[in-house]
């Protein structure tokens, strides 16, 4: 009777045996791969902060100082809600759909993801992403031999979101490139692969040498450093640290040969932040479009989505593990 009402219910337990059910509606590559993280912050869910309660506090003109004791009435159990939510960031599935799976109000699962939003966002954010120079350079592949001051490989990516009833919020939003409203951010990872730099998610217009000043991450780098971008970041006068860029023709008719060698170098490596990127985009919910009730929490959940593929996912290029 157990094992039928576990496969009847729409559960983690459900999909335990299958780890490419557990990819598919996860991220995560395997179940045990999965229970590692959970074990990683199951010691800190005592402490979450429900939605529910924070918002009735606030009516109360209350601060919320210690984590509710855990409901009797609770409908899903915390590993359950914490499978509900990746299975609305990386299925990208609808909020009334999920209700239907796990047996639950539409508002409840609205709850469940607003509460997990905000406690991935605290736990993981908690943790420093950032790499100083000797842990880049302590784990810097071969490949980046020629580059080797190279602290971190950045490019920007959209999202495409409704579009706003205002026209001047339009305006701002719409992305000339995607030919959409469009909300844009900043990562950066370093060259090993791991993602050491998000930025908050800015209107689709802005330009990518006005969301590196705007993001704060020029504070950060050094002169001792070097970021690796595409041909459109135009930040050599925004930031201390040396930049490494394809050049342009300019007037050339042809570029000599030592350009176009250094084209192909840089290429080759920072195409790694794309691939990085891409494995991010891969929760469907960032595939559709971004509706206006999900724009109060997007900035989290998108940083949700960066830090979790630092766990979720095995080395870019397997040689590169140390």
Not at 18 to 23: E, P
Not at 118 to 144: D, H, K, M
Not at 219 to 236: H, P
Not at 254 to 273: N, S
Request: hydrophobic residues 40%; aromatic residues 10%; contains cysteine.
């Amino acid at each position: 009777m157990q094992e039928l009402r576990v496969q009847r219910e729409f559960g983690l337990q459900r999909f335990a045996g299958s780890d490419t059910d557990i990819r598919f509606y996860t991220r995560f590559p395997s179940y045990d791969h999965l229970m590692a993280f959970w074990f990683l912050i199951e010691p800190c869910i005592y402490k979450m902060i429900r939605v529910s309660r924070a918002k009735s506090a606030a009516n109360r003109n209350e601060e919320v100082l210690t984590p509710a004791r855990t409901s009797t009435r609770q409908l899903l159990q915390p590993i359950d809600e914490f499978f509900l939510f990746l299975v609305f960031l990386s299925v990208g599935l609808k909020e009334r759909d999920l209700a239907h799976r796990f047996n639950i109000h539409q508002s409840t699962v609205s709850r469940i993801i607003a509460t997990w939003t905000n406690f991935l966002a605290t736990a993981l954010g908690s943790q420093c992403i950032w790499l100083t120079r000797e842990e880049v350079q302590a784990y810097l592949p071969e490949e980046f031999k020629d580059f080797s001051d190279t602290q971190m490989i950045l490019d920007c990516t959209e999202l495409r979101c409704q579009t706003p009833s205002s026209p001047l919020l339009q305006s701002e939003m719409y992305s000339s490139y995607k030919s959409h409203c469009t909300m844009k951010a900043l990562v950066g990872i370093a060259p090993h692969g791991p993602v050491t730099f998000i930025s908050n998610l800015y209107a689709g217009s802005v330009s990518d040498k006005e969301l590196f000043k705007q993001s704060g991450i020029a504070e950060k780098l050094t002169e001792d450093m070097a970021v690796m971008v595409d041909k459109g970041f135009l930040i050599t006068d925004c930031c201390k640290c040396k930049v490494y860029c394809p050049p342009f023709l300019s007037k050339q008719k042809q570029m000599p040969a030592y350009q176009v060698k250094e084209t192909q170098a840089i290429a080759r490596l920072r195409v790694h932040v794309e691939r990085v990127i891409r494995r991010i985009k891969q929760n469907k919910l960032f595939d559709s479009i971004i509706t206006m009730s999900h724009v109060y929490n997007i900035n989290q959940l998108f940083a949700v989505a960066c830090m979790l593929s630092n766990y979720q996912n095995t080395a870019l290029v397997k040689k590169w593990v140390k």
